[in-house]
């Protein structure tokens, strides 16, 4: 069964490490369908759409970030599903 989460990393470093792409590149390993952006006030929020287990695995990577990242905060909550789509893509 899909799920869907809003998704939002808070931390000391998210923003100019490529964390959206890392986080694309995550979603599109784990069959995960959504968005990610960065936001004014220094965090990555999106949202990730999948099964289970990939949403498990994909929110781990997430929530570690990518080499240069720090993250002190990753928080997410539950959204409706979106029917058709098909693709993770990173929003500016």
């Not at 390993?29 to 498990?56: H, S």
Request: glycine share 10%; net charge negative.
């Amino acid at each position: 069964m899909a799920r869907r989460f809003y998704f939002v990393a808070h931390g000391g470093v998210v923003q100019g490490v490529g964390f959206r792409y890392f986080t694309q590149q995550r979603a599109r390993d784990y069959g995960i369908t959504g968005w990610c952006r960065n936001t004014p006030d220094n965090k990555v929020e999106g949202e990730a759409q999948g099964e289970d287990d990939a949403l498990d695995s994909f929110f781990k990577d997430v929530d570690k970030g990518p080499r240069h990242a720090i993250v002190v905060q990753f928080t997410k909550e539950d959204r409706d599903v979106v029917d058709g789509e098909s693709s993770f893509s990173v929003r500016h």
